[in-house]
């Protein structure tokens, strides 16, 4: 489809629209170490990110407070192709937000596929596919998450987020985590998790490994500065340390070699978070 009386034409796009929370009281309060780091973190990873060969087609574009991630999908909605770009595009941005959270910068964020148009000369960026994206993001994503449209669902040709999710966690590569939360699991049993929205970006999975178990403590410290310094946005953060308590309890009931690297070190600072 081509826009009437344009040079520029629709392409079939996945689209995240990412935002920093807190950004504005960062401006506000003249954090300029922490902007920076901001800055230089995203930067870095995303252009390390660009050097992967199968993620070397994700677009990026930083403005203010923002991050506009998106990649050109095939043009039959029956490519399987499209279903591994799905996959590595949503590895992309777990591996942003997961990075960022080490250094106590919160990503929240929609990801839709739909059409759109990009200039890479004039930066310029439009379409109901990005309109989509950033509804999500801001309508929806209230908690420090990245969530998937519907819409996703469909296009990949599965007839459910259950079944979407499944394919997609599929171990693939040198990438053996989770890709995205999953709700079918018993939570019950594993403390109080609202399943208030059926699709997100489960970042902190890749974290539960031995070498990288660390940095699960580094986060949990890391929630509770935050929301010290910014009361207000508690109700945030305690989403995060629910969603990281679940995931650890999860780990352990489900992972063979978890046992061995997880203390309770780690389930106290959550609890009396």
Excluded: C
């Amino acid at each position: 489809m081509s826009l009437p009386n344009s040079r520029y034409k629709y392409s079939t796009y996945i689209i995240a629209f990412l935002d920093v929370l807190g950004f504005r009281e960062m401006i506000q309060e003249n954090q300029d170490e922490k902007i920076n780091q901001y800055f230089k973190i995203s930067k870095t990873v995303t252009a390390r990110l660009r050097e992967i060969y199968i993620k070397k087609d994700i677009q990026f574009i930083s403005f203010s407070d923002s991050i506009v991630a998106f990649m050109k999908m095939d043009s039959s909605k029956r490519s399987q192709g499209n279903q591994i770009k799905t996959k590595e595009f949503l590895i992309a941005l777990s591996l942003l937000q997961a990075e960022l959270a080490l250094y106590n910068v919160w990503l929240r964020g929609g990801v839709s596929v739909g059409e759109m148009t990009f200039n890479e000369e004039s930066r310029t960026i439009f379409g109901p596919g990005f309109i989509r994206a950033y509804d999500l993001e801001t309508k929806h994503a209230k908690f420090p998450r990245i969530i998937l449209d519907q819409n996703i669902i469909s296009y990949l040709n599965f007839d459910s987020a259950h079944s979407l999710i499944q394919k997609i966690n599929q171990p693939t590569g040198s990438w053996n985590h989770r890709v995205l939360f999953h709700w079918r699991q018993n939570l019950s049993k594993f403390g109080s998790f609202q399943k208030d929205y059926p699709l997100f970006v489960d970042y902190l999975s890749q974290y539960f490994s031995h070498e990288n178990y660390t940095k699960l403590e580094v986060i949990a410290h890391n929630l509770n500065e935050a929301s010290q310094k910014n009361p207000i946005a508690y109700e945030k953060f305690r989403w995060v340390a629910d969603y990281l308590a679940v995931s650890n309890k999860m780990a352990k009931a489900f992972g063979p070699t978890i046992e061995e690297i997880s203390n309770d070190d780690l389930s106290n600072k959550l609890e009396r978070f």
